[in-house]
Each structure stands twice: as C-alpha cells, then as structure tokens.
C-alpha cells in the first residue's frame, strides 16, 4: 500500500522556514510528508506527527526510526491537551483520508471494494456507517447526503435506505452501493456512490467538527512566525479553512467559543495553489488539492 504525497515540494518550501525547527504533522497518514521533512531538517530539528487511525500510527512506530521523531495516537482538535508547553515553528495539515483507507477494503471506505460498511478513522471509537445508516431517520440521512455531497438525489437515496433496512441491515460496502445505484443510473465518469460515500464519511468521522476546533487552537501551539499549511481536498473544506482566517466572518459554531483577535493573529502567505499540470497527471487524485499558507504574528 503506497500514498502519494501532494504538493509536497510547494507544501515543504512554505514550511520548513529554519530547517533547526520544531515542526507538527498532524495529518501523517503513510508518513510521506513528514518522511521528507525528516530529510531535509538539520540533526537540531525534530517532528512530531499525529494520526487518528492506529494504523497509520503503527506504521509511523514500525517505520521511521529517528530520534528526532515522535508519534501520537490522537484527534488534532485536541492539540492544546496533547502539546501544552510546546510551541512549533511550522504545522502541516493534510486534511480528508488517506489513499491507503480507500485502497483497503476492511475499513469500508471505498464502493469500489466490497467490505463491512465502516468508515471509522478511529475504529478504536464511534459509530459504524453501517450502525448510523440503519438507525438514523430519514430525513437526517438526506441532510447528511446534501450537505455533506452535495447530492441533489440526496432524498431519494435516504427514501431507499430506508426501504431497505426495513427487511434487511445494510452491512456491506457492495449493499450500499447497489441500494444507491437503484435510484442514480451511471452516466459520466463518475460512480453513483461517489458523493453519498464522501458524505457518509465526512459524518462519520465528523470531519468538520474536528476541523474547525483544531483551527480555534492552533494559535496556542504556534510560535510567533510559525507557519501553518493546510491541504484541502473538497470545497467544504476549503471553505473553513479560508474564512476562519478572515477576521469578519464567523464559521465556528457558538459552542467552539473564539476571540476575534486570535483570526487577527495570522497572516495569509499563500491563498490558494494548486497541484501542477504535471502533478495532476502523474497523480490525478491531487487535481482536487487546494493549499494555503498562513503565519502568526
Ligand atoms: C491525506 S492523509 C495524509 C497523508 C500524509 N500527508 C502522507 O504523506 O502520507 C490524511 C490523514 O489524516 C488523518 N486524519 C484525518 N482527520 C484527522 C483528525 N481529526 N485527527 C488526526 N488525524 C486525522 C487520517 O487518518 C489520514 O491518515
């Protein structure tokens, strides 16, 4: 199993600012950034990488013997507890899953792949897609579908799960998906499935919910200088992470409480880059990427 990193040179350049620094992946996933920052840091420099999903974890363990390098088990939003003397020189995300989740069919991330409808980053906690999809209501399966794929047959898809469920537990991969092609016929390239599994997943793990709490606490692990880079791979994404640098427009909900003045302790270094035509071919999962660089002041 193999991930190839995206923008990793774009991503690095912005980075690694003083190659003695203290830097944060916390999105290690196969380890292939955090890898080459090891390559290129000074013996001064260390990294710290996070991941949800104990494999990605074991394989960090199991691969990279460095002792400049250290591993956590852990959600990002919960960096203030998991570093609360450290501050980094530079933080890297690289937000959404894993080419080795989809790749591998146990984990229930992929329609292309027949396995037990999971989903879970974290298989260690939470709910399975397939223990939400036979038990939620209706209605908020067809939210989560819309708002979350932005699927307009988002209604139909909820009206035949349902259905379904009601004679039979969906518990596979290859059930879902057969349930959502009775309603959506294949006509492009893309598969049916494609929006309903994003959606799924992005609830599943709600991706969202992390997302925006880790933003709301980054600044506590951040040096005065330090450089975050966040990749996005959807718009929803994209969308967080732009307006939650922008001081006059709110995207956290009431219960993640946040002082304006901590948006207006960052600089924008970089709006938006994209992978390179070149890139895009060599790897087409990247065309989607969308990176931003960001500074504390
Ligand atoms: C796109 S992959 C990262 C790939 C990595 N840059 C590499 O070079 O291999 C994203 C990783 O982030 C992890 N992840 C997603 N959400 C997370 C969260 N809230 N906390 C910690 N890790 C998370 C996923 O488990 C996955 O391994």
């Known amino acids: 199993m193999f991930h190839v990193p995206v923008l990793l040179e774009e991503s690095l350049d912005f980075l690694l600012h003083d190659l003695s620094g203290t830097y944060l992946d916390l999105t290690f996933g196969r380890g292939s950034h955090s890898q080459e920052i090891l390559n290129r840091i000074s013996p001064q420099g260390s990294l710290d990488a996070v991941d949800r999903d104990q494999e990605a974890v074991s394989y960090g363990k199991n691969n990279i013997a460095d002792s400049r390098f250290t591993i956590y088990h852990a959600n990002y939003s919960a960096i203030d507890s998991l570093f609360p003397q450290q501050k980094f020189d530079g933080i890297l995300l690289d937000l959404g899953t894993c080419s080795t989740h989809l790749d591998n069919p146990i984990r229930g991330f992929s329609f292309q792949s027949d396995g037990p409808l999971d989903m879970r980053m974290d298989m260690s ?86 997302l925006k709490i880790m933003l709301s606490r980054l600044h506590n692990v951040l040096k005065v200088g330090g450089v975050v880079v966040i990749i996005s791979f959807h718009s929803l994404e994209d969308r967080i992470v732009k307006n939650f640098f922008k001081p006059e427009i709110e995207v956290l909900p009431k219960d993640i409480p946040i002082n304006t003045s901590v948006k207006e302790t960052y600089r924008c270094i970089k709006k938006k880059i994209k992978p390179s035509t070149n890139e895009i071919k060599i790897n087409p999962r990247s065309r989607s990427a969308v990176m931003r660089v960001f500074s504390k002041l």
Request: aromatic share 6%; hydrophobic share 35%; with cysteine.
């Open 125 to 210: 906690k939470g709910f399975s897609a397939a223990e939400w999809l036979n038990s939620a209501p209706e209605k908020e399966i067809s939210d989560i579908l819309f708002e979350y794929g932005e699927e307009q047959a988002s209604r139909k898809i909820a009206k035949a799960i349902v259905k379904c469920r009601a004679t039979k537990s969906l518990k596979t991969t290859t059930e879902l998906t057969r349930v959502i092609e009775t309603v959506l016929k294949r006509t492009g390239k893309t598969h049916p499935a494609t929006k309903s599994f994003q959606a799924i997943r992005i609830h599943i793990n709600n991706e969202l919910h992390h």
